[in-house]
């Protein structure tokens, strides 16, 4: 059983002095709340998570236009295709698709709206919290320092997402001052994150059990390794003896662990399964838990099919919106457990009994439900293949995370689960820390794997293979190069919001070409700013190529 409790204390007074995460049309910078509150420790504590239940709506495959379907629907393993009379949706999911994306996109003013109030919800604890007195608020001196020090380390966190989607942006750190921000140069940004982060790490809590799910000294090095890995990208500089520094912070557990020591766990299913709050090595995650606190993930809306309850033997059916970009699923080899594990294909049959059929709904109405790995008009007999072709079982589908069963299965194997629908959503974890540690190795080695490197990625792996397997499949020097490194990255962090950045990183996301998608205009590797971010600040600069 979870025991998560710590994130929901004060959250009903949280959520009462802010309204829900819709409200996208007004300035982002002058959101808040309210100066009558801090006179207790459940207000304070209520006001330092309330940016968490929020980051949920930008960080995660929420339902929302964040940063995670912009970091994923404009790469190369994912896609939002039209499939029949469902998912055009004005043509969005093709311009992400396309990078053919205008400064008019809703979706991108959302996702900045989404950043910056979430911004704003640091930036007002911060302001009240650092003006008042801790008997005025009951708590203590160290509890002020650590609360101030959380909450700077997470407003960093924040304008590291900005910056990677929009490059040159504005810093507030007070709410409403200015009013109008100037546009800062990346490097501006890239230099206030490090500093902030730099500021605060030795005052945050190390990572723990009663810290999950919240930012600490874990959470704080593994973004000065995102922070260096792409500093080469993000200001011209590399910074990889830097990135392998605070790498080495986490890997030797330094900076704590939600359970103990961190470590890779020993399998490819723990950090992933309903108790994901189990593992050793999540840096980083945004909980829920549906007993406890009423709260549940939010992704299956974005990967479930119309009758996806059928095949998990849940209570959650989704959109039938987001699948495996054709070929994708062929880069995994058939003894890679992940392939037949986190990836869903083929016959469906209900999770009761395992035998009947789970029937498709659409174009195949009263027919088996089988997932294919091409998204076109098969029933037709096309052969076309793009965005605009898709039927209710185009593309292999998620099945990365699990979210439990609440039936028995066949015979009442397996019972149902006790922590149903309560994955906490990793946004880092230790084995993303083991690839950038053997990226900053490679690159420093002119792009040639050293014996560190290669057993980086040969331990985290390993887990994807039978020990029987596992002797054939092992990385050399000469086997890990970066076009490998790369392959296997989208492997092993599939659906987890990287392969943007990934793909800019290894100068792949405007020059290569994958399933329908063409090589783009270099000036796509940055978002454009909002216009109508720039309609209410004229003092706002439009990225090039705009």
Request: proline share 4%; net charge negative.
């Given at each position: 059983?979870?025991?998560?409790?710590?994130?929901y204390i004060?959250?009903?007074?949280?959520?009462?002095?802010?309204?829900?995460?819709?409200k996208?049309?007004?300035?982002?910078?002058?959101e808040?709340?309210?100066?009558?509150?801090?006179?207790n420790?459940t207000?304070?504590l209520?006001?330092?998570?309330r940016?968490?239940?929020?980051?949920g709506?930008?960080?995660?495959?929420s339902?929302?236009?964040?940063?995670?379907?912009?970091a994923?629907?404009?790469?190369?393993?994912?896609?939002?295709p039209?499939?029949?009379?469902?998912?055009?949706?004005?043509?969005?999911?093709?311009?992400?698709?396309?990078?053919?994306?205008?400064?008019?996109?809703?979706?991108?003013?959302?996702?900045?709206?989404?950043?910056?109030?979430?911004?704003?919800?640091?930036?007002?604890?911060?302001?009240n919290?650092?003006k008042?007195?801790?008997?005025s608020m009951?708590?203590?001196e160290q509890e002020?320092?650590e609360?101030l020090?959380?909450l700077?380390?997470?407003?960093?966190?924040h304008?590291?997402?900005?910056?990677?989607?929009?490059?040159?942006?504005?810093?507030?750190?007070?709410?409403?001052?200015?009013?109008?921000?100037e546009?800062l140069?990346?490097?501006?940004?890239?230099?206030?994150?490090?500093?902030?982060?730099k500021?605060?790490?030795?005052?945050?809590p190390k990572?723990s059990?009663?810290?999950m799910?919240?930012?600490?000294?874990?959470?704080?090095?593994?973004?000065?390794?995102?922070?260096?890995?792409?500093?080469?990208?993000?200001?011209g500089?590399?910074?990889?003896?830097?990135?392998?520094?605070?790498?080495?912070?986490?890997?030797?557990?330094?900076a704590g662990?939600?359970?103990?020591?961190?470590k890779l766990?020993?399998?490819?299913?723990?950090?992933?399964?309903?108790n994901n709050?189990?593992s050793?090595e999540v840096?980083?995650?945004?909980?829920t838990?549906?007993?406890?606190?009423?709260?549940?993930?939010?992704?299956?809306?974005?990967?479930?099919h119309?009758?996806?309850?059928?095949?998990?033997?849940?209570?959650?059916?989704?959109?039938?919106?987001?699948v495996?970009?054709?070929?994708?699923?062929?880069t995994?080899e058939d003894?890679d457990?992940?392939?037949?594990?986190?990836?869903?294909?083929?016959?469906?049959?209900?999770?009761?009994?395992?035998v009947t059929?789970?029937l498709a709904s659409?174009?195949?109405?009263?027919?088996?439900?089988t997932?294919?790995?091409?998204?076109?008009?098969?029933?037709?007999?096309?052969?076309?293949s793009?965005?605009?072709?898709?039927?209710?079982?185009?593309?292999?589908r998620?099945?990365k995370?699990?979210?439990?069963?609440?039936?028995?299965?066949?015979k009442g194997?397996?019972?149902?689960?006790?922590?149903?629908?309560?994955?906490?959503w990793?946004?880092?974890?230790?084995?993303?820390?083991?690839?950038?540690?053997?990226?900053?190795?490679?690159?420093?080695?002119?792009?040639?794997?050293?014996?560190e490197?290669?057993?980086?990625?040969?331990?985290?792996k390993?887990?994807?293979?039978?020990?029987?397997?596992?002797a054939?499949?092992?990385y050399?020097?000469?086997?890990?190069?970066?076009?490998?490194?790369?392959?296997?990255?989208?492997?092993?962090?599939?659906f987890?919001?990287?392969?943007?950045?990934d793909?800019?990183?290894?100068?792949?996301?405007?020059?290569?070409?994958?399933?329908d998608h063409?090589p783009?205009?270099a000036s796509?590797?940055?978002?454009p700013?909002?216009?109508?971010?720039?309609?209410?600040?004229?003092?706002?600069?439009?990225?090039?190529?705009?």
């Amino acid at each position: 059983m979870k025991n998560k409790s710590i994130l929901y204390i004060g959250l009903v007074a949280a959520l009462s002095f802010s309204s829900a995460c819709t409200k996208l049309d007004e300035n982002a910078y002058d959101e808040l709340l309210t100066d009558d509150f801090y006179n207790n420790k459940t207000e304070v504590l209520s006001a330092v998570l309330r940016p968490y239940t929020h980051a949920g709506a930008w960080v995660t495959p929420s339902g929302q236009d964040g940063h995670w379907r912009a970091a994923e629907l404009s790469g190369d393993q994912l896609a939002w295709p039209t499939k029949g009379r469902h998912g055009e949706d004005g043509g969005k999911w093709k311009r992400l698709h396309y990078h053919t994306w205008t400064v008019d996109e809703s979706n991108l003013n959302n996702a900045w709206s989404l950043m910056y109030w979430g911004m704003g919800l640091c930036n007002d604890p911060i302001q009240n919290i650092e003006k008042r007195e801790v008997a005025s608020m009951g708590i203590t001196e160290q509890e002020k320092v650590e609360y101030l020090a959380e909450l700077k380390l997470l407003r960093a966190f924040h304008y590291l997402k900005l910056m990677d989607m929009y490059g040159n942006i504005p810093v507030v750190t007070k709410v409403g001052e200015p009013a109008q921000p100037e546009t800062l140069p990346r490097q501006e940004v890239f230099n206030f994150i490090e500093k902030e982060i730099k500021e605060n790490i030795d005052a945050a809590p190390k990572l723990s059990r009663a810290m999950m799910g919240r930012m600490t000294q874990a959470g704080a090095y593994a973004m000065l390794v995102e922070l260096y890995l792409n500093a080469e990208v993000w200001t011209g500089t590399p910074r990889w003896d830097d990135c392998i520094a605070a790498a080495d912070k986490l890997i030797t557990s330094q900076a704590g662990g939600q359970n103990g020591a961190m470590k890779l766990d020993a399998n490819i299913k723990d950090q992933f399964k309903p108790n994901n709050d189990l593992s050793n090595e999540v840096i980083f995650s945004l909980v829920t838990d549906y007993k406890l606190a009423n709260t549940q993930p939010s992704w299956p809306s974005e990967f479930y099919h119309f009758k996806q309850q059928e095949i998990y033997g849940g209570g959650r059916n989704g959109n039938d919106g987001i699948v495996v970009i054709p070929g994708v699923y062929t880069t995994f080899e058939d003894a890679d457990l992940r392939k037949s594990d986190w990836l869903l294909i083929g016959p469906m049959v209900k999770f009761s009994d395992g035998v009947t059929p789970v029937l498709a709904s659409e174009e195949y109405n009263g027919q088996q439900l089988t997932f294919v790995d091409n998204i076109r008009k098969n029933k037709s007999g096309s052969t076309v293949s793009n965005m605009s072709e898709g039927e209710e079982n185009s593309g292999v589908r998620f099945n990365k995370y699990k979210l439990g069963n609440q039936v028995a299965g066949p015979k009442g194997i397996p019972e149902p689960n006790l922590s149903y629908n309560s994955n906490d959503w990793n946004i880092y974890r230790l084995t993303w820390v083991y690839f950038a540690k053997a990226e900053a190795l490679m690159r420093k080695n002119g792009g040639t794997a050293n014996a560190e490197a290669v057993s980086l990625i040969n331990d985290t792996k390993k887990r994807a293979y039978t020990a029987e397997d596992w002797a054939l499949k092992a990385y050399t020097p000469a086997s890990l190069t970066m076009e490998e490194l790369l392959a296997e990255r989208g492997r092993e962090f599939i659906f987890e919001g990287f392969r943007r950045s990934d793909l800019i990183r290894f100068g792949k996301f405007t020059t290569a070409s994958w399933w329908d998608h063409q090589p783009t205009n270099a000036s796509r590797e940055l978002y454009p700013i909002p216009q109508r971010q720039i309609d209410l600040n004229n003092k706002l600069v439009q990225n090039p190529g705009y």
